[in-house]
């Protein structure tokens, strides 16, 4: 089998990268900013990264995660137990899941430095789901994130056995897939991707945690093999949030902790939350939603050099598609 010196060093790099760039603020709380006086190129690549705001969704992620790491390291003979985090499109289900492969990544590496004579151990895989994926194509991806050599003459059981004697070796851990509602197993070709993919699940010695759109909704939970699935599957539900919530204002929290995560020189703080109902429109409370305009704006701030937020300026940023229809149908009304 290769070795694996020239994938772990650009696997660390990476998670480091995003761990540095992801300086964490929890709704209310007051970190977030960089605290240093950076210069204007360093604060646009600031806003263009941002921070990982932390949410509900993100910290049951978390706790989730780690418990089911622990629950499943010594089982030999089930299935070991998966997370899924699923909801609606811009609901944050990509960002959960980085966020907790960059704390799986740094956690490791703080408990188990790396050896300067040995390679490092990679405690965490992402693949993303390919459209119409074959069986072949998504063993593939598997071998890609690891860098092993996959040529067009193997078989769809040899890329599986590389795949799996590579991860074990390697130390992986925690397997992130992402958009794993493109699986259908009512299809042939995703029934044929879906039964490798479990069998991936007992060979790999590793927590697997899902995210996709809709999941409880589409057939990976149905029939005989969701019935199959759906007993070791947890689920995360990642939604939209609510202008109020009994005493609680769970949106105007969120814009709180996004607004402290700003570095605008001449910005007034209050000024998002205040705003609370007239974003909560234009984005229907989906966090991808609002982040984006929030970035976009404070760029276009720094670039003029006005270093501050306003509606004015909050409404020349056009919104995705699906927060602009939104926006519209609700302003018909």
């Known amino acids: 089998m290769p070795a694996h010196s020239s994938w772990h060093s650009r696997k660390l790099r990476y998670w480091a990268e995003c761990s540095g760039r992801s300086r964490r603020t929890g ?14 190129e360093e604060r646009l690549a600031y806003h263009s990264a941002f921070v990982t705001v932390r949410t509900p969704a993100i910290d049951t992620l978390t706790t989730g995660v780690r418990t089911l790491m622990i629950l499943g390291r010594h089982l030999q003979t089930t299935a070991r137990p998966s997370l899924v985090v699923t909801g609606p499109a811009a609901a944050g289900k990509t960002t959960a899941l980085l966020h907790v492969g960059r704390a799986c990544h740094l956690a490791h590496t703080q408990q188990h430095p790396p050896a300067a004579t040995t390679p490092a ?55 992130l897939i992402d ?10 070709t995703g029934a044929e991707t879906a039964d490798p993919l479990k069998d991936l699940t007992k060979r790999i010695k590793a927590t697997f945690v899902y995210a996709g759109i ?3 909704t589409t057939a990976l939970f149905s029939g005989v093999r969701g019935a199959q699935r759906a007993p070791h599957a947890c689920l995360v539900e990642c939604g939209a949030f609510s202008a109020r919530l009994g005493t609680r204002k769970p949106f105007r929290e969120l814009i709180a902790g996004v607004e402290a995560a700003l570095d605008l020189r001449t910005h007034r703080a209050g000024t998002l939350p205040r ?7 234009r984005t229907a409370g989906r966090i ?6 929030i970035r976009q704006a404070a760029i276009t701030s720094i670039l003029d050099g006005s270093e501050r937020l306003t509606r004015t300026s909050l409404d020349q940023v056009r919104l995705d598609h699906l927060a602009e229809t939104h926006h519209h149908t609700t302003r018909g009304r």
Request: a positive charge.
């Open 288 to 293: 991808g939603s609002l982040t984006r305009p």
């Open 214 to 216: 809709g999941v409880t």
């Open 179 to 188: 958009e794993i509602h493109r699986l259908n197993p009512r299809t042939t």
């Open 275 to 281: 705003r609370a109902a007239y974003l909560h429109q």
């Open 27 to 40: 709704l209310g709380g007051k970190a977030g900013a960089p605290e240093t006086v950076c210069g204007v």
């Open 121 to 175: 151990p990679v405690p965490v895989a992402y693949v993303l789901v390919p459209p119409a994926a074959t069986a072949k194509a998504m063993a593939t991806e598997f071998a890609r994130y690891l860098g092993i050599p996959v040529t067009t003459r193997m078989t769809q059981a040899q890329i599986t056995d590389a795949v799996c004697h590579t991860h074990n070796r390697a130390g992986v851990r925690l397997v």
